[in-house]
C-alpha cells in the first residue's frame, strides 16, 4: 500500500518512481524563482498604484509586472517535463484540492472573525469551492492534470515530426491568429494552453538534445532569455502594456529559454532547494487570495504610497522576498505540523486494516 507522507506529496501529481534516483535541485530551483516572479507580478499588479516619485520607480514596476506569466509558463513546463515518465496518483491530487481548500476556507474565516470580511453565507460555500471564483491556475493545473495520462498516450504512438507540428498547429492557433486577427478561437481557455505547454516540455524532454545544439548552449539560452525579457520591459515601458498574456511570443521565449537553461545546469539533489520549492504551491494559495490579496498590497504594504519613497527600488525586492519568506514559512508549519502528522495516523490506521484483513 502506498504511503503517504508530506514530502511525497509536495511534489507534482505526477511524481518519479520511488525506486529512481533523488530528483537533482536544478528544476526545482527554477521553481522557487518562477514563484518569485509570480509574487513580483502581484506586487506590481494588484499594488494599486497611481502615480510615482520618479520614472525610475514606474520602471521598477513595469519589470516587476512582466515576470508573472513567465513564471506561470515555467511551472507547467517543469510538470509536463516530469509528469511524460511519471504515472498518475489520485491521492496528490485529491490533496491539491484539500490545500486548496483548506487555505480558502480558514483565510475566509479569519477575515470574518477579524472584522475584515463581512460574513455571508455564499462567501462560505464559495470558499468551500474555491476553483469556481478564485486560483484560476490551480483549475487549469488540475484539468491538465487529469488529461496527461491520455496526452502521454499521444505523445508515446506520434512521431517526432508529429509531434513538432502538433505543437506549431497549436501556436499557431493560440500565438498568431490571436494576435493578426483578433479572434481567440480557444476562448482564453488557460487549459488548452497548458496542454500546449505540455507538449512543448514533453518534447524537450524527448528529443531536446537532438532538436538543436542550441537548446544545450546554457550561454545562448542565457542571452536569449535576458533579450526576450529585457524586450517585454522595454515595450511595457514605452506602450504601457501593463501585463502580458500567457500566450505572448515574448513571454514563452522568456519561459522556455529559461527553463532550457535551468535544464542543463547540474545541481546535484539539495534538501534545502527541495523544501522550500514544495511551499511553492502554498505561497501562491497565501498571497493571492481574493481576501489576502486585497489586504496585502494596497493596505498592509501600502504599495500607492510607497511608490512616492526615493528607496523604491531598493524596498520593492525586499518585500517581496519577505512575502515569499513568509509565505514558505506558513506552509511548511502546515505541511510538517498538520499534514505529517495527520496522514501518519491515516497510514497507521490503513495498514491495521490492510493485516486484520489479510488475517481474516
Not at 511519471?86 to 487555505?103: C, E, G, P
Not at 511551499?279 to 501600502?302: A, C, M, Q, V
Not at 505541511?335 to 490492510?354: A, D, H, M, Q, S
Amino acid at each position: 500500500m502506498q504511503s503517504y507522507s508530506p514530502e511525497n506529496l509536495a511534489q507534482p501529481a505526477f511524481s518519479q518512481n520511488a525506486s529512481t534516483k533523488p530528483r537533482q535541485s536544478n528544476l526545482e530551483l527554477l521553481r522557487i524563482i518562477a514563484m518569485f516572479l509570480i509574487v513580483m507580478h502581484h506586487f506590481a499588479c494588484h499594488g494599486l498604484f497611481d502615480g510615482f516619485s520618479s520614472p525610475l520607480n514606474e520602471i521598477m514596476v513595469k519589470f516587476m509586472v512582466v515576470g508573472g506569466k513567465v513564471g506561470v509558463n515555467i511551472f507547467v513546463l517543469i510538470s509536463g517535463y516530469f509528469m511524460i515518465n511519471s504515472k498518475f496518483k489520485l491521492s496528490k491530487l485529491l490533496m491539491i484540492l484539500l490545500q486548496t481548500t483548506v487555505y480558502a476556507f480558514f483565510i475566509y474565516i479569519i477575515f470574518v472573525i477579524s472584522g475584515g470580511a463581512a460574513f455571508d453565507f455564499g462567501e462560505l460555500v464559495l470558499s468551500l469551492l474555491p476553483l469556481l471564483n478564485q486560483y484560476w491556475f490551480v483549475t487549469a493545473y488540475l484539468a491538465m492534470y487529469i488529461l496527461a495520462p491520455y496526452m502521454n498516450i499521444l505523445i508515446a504512438h506520434i512521431t517526432r515530426r508529429q509531434h513538432i507540428s502538433l505543437i506549431g498547429f497549436l501556436l499557431v492557433l493560440q500565438m498568431v491568429i490571436p494576435q493578426v486577427f483578433k479572434i481567440d478561437l480557444f476562448g482564453n481557455s488557460m487549459v488548452v494552453w497548458f496542454l500546449t505547454l505540455y507538449l512543448i516540455a514533453t518534447y524537450l524532454r524527448k528529443y531536446g538534445s537532438e532538436s538543436s545544439k542550441l537548446l544545450d548552449s546554457k550561454i545562448f539560452m542565457l542571452i536569449a532569455f535576458i533579450a526576450s525579457y529585457a524586450l517585454m520591459a522595454a515595450l511595457n515601458c514605452a506602450f504601457n502594456i501593463v501585463q502580458y498574456d500567457t500566450r505572448d511570443i515574448l513571454c514563452v521565449l522568456s519561459a522556455i529559454t529559461l527553463f532550457c537553461l535551468f535544464r542543463k545546469i547540474n545541481i546535484k539533489s539539495n534538501k534545502f532547494i527541495n523544501i522550500v520549492a514544495s511551499s511553492t504551491l502554498g505561497i501562491y494559495l497565501i498571497h493571492d487570495n481574493n481576501f489576502i490579496r486585497g489586504w496585502l498590497w494596497p493596505k498592509l504594504i501600502n504599495c500607492p504610497s510607497l511608490a512616492y519613497n526615493n528607496l523604491f527600488a531598493l524596498y520593492a525586492p525586499l518585500i517581496c522576498i519577505a512575502v515569499f519568506v513568509v509565505c514558505a514559512i506558513i506552509e511548511l508549519i502546515r505541511k510538517y505540523l498538520i499534514e505529517k502528522p495527520l496522514f501518519k495516523g491515516v497510514n497507521r490506521l490503513l495498514e491495521k486494516r490492510r493485516s486484520k484483513k489479510l488475517n481474516e
